[in-house]
C-alpha cells in the first residue's frame, strides 16, 4: 500500500461516518447499524493495510485532520444515540422484568 491508497482509505471511513452521522439525524437506526459493520470493516482494512507506509508531512497532516474529522462525527453519533440507547434499554429491561413476572405468576390462575 502506498501513501495515497493510505489516505484513501482514511476518507472513506469519513465518507461512512458522515452517512452514519446522517442516519443517526434522520433515526435511521437499520441504516445506522448496516454503515457501522461498514465503518468496522473499512477500520480493519485500513489497520491491517497501513502498517510499513510512510507518510509525508503534508500526509500526515491530511491523516490527523481525517481522524480529527472521524472523531468528531463519532461524538456527535454517540450524542445522538445515547437517548435512543437507554430508552431500548428501558423497553428491554421492562419486557424481561415482564416475562420474569409471567413465569413466576402466570401459571397459578385462580380456581
Do not use: F
Not at 502506498?2 to 434522520?26: F, P
Not at 473499512?42 to 485532520?65: F, I, P, S, W
Amino acid at each position: 500500500m502506498n501513501q495515497d491508497q493510505a489516505i484513501a482509505l482514511y476518507e472513506s471511513v469519513v465518507d461512512i461516518t458522515g452517512q452514519m452521522l446522517a442516519a443517526a439525524r434522520n433515526s435511521d437506526w437499520a441504516r445506522l447499524s448496516t454503515l457501522e459493520s461498514d465503518c468496522a470493516s473499512q477500520v480493519r482494512t485500513l489497520e491491517n493495510a497501513e502498517l510499513g507506509v510512510l507518510l509525508t508531512d503534508a500526509m500526515r497532516l491530511r491523516k490527523r485532520t481525517l481522524i480529527q474529522k472521524i472523531l468528531a462525527d463519532d461524538r456527535e453519533i454517540r450524542h445522538l444515540t445515547e437517548p435512543w440507547m437507554a430508552q431500548l434499554s428501558r423497553l428491554l429491561n421492562q419486557a424481561s422484568v415482564e416475562r420474569q413476572l409471567s413465569m413466576a405468576y402466570g401459571s397459578h390462575q385462580a380456581a
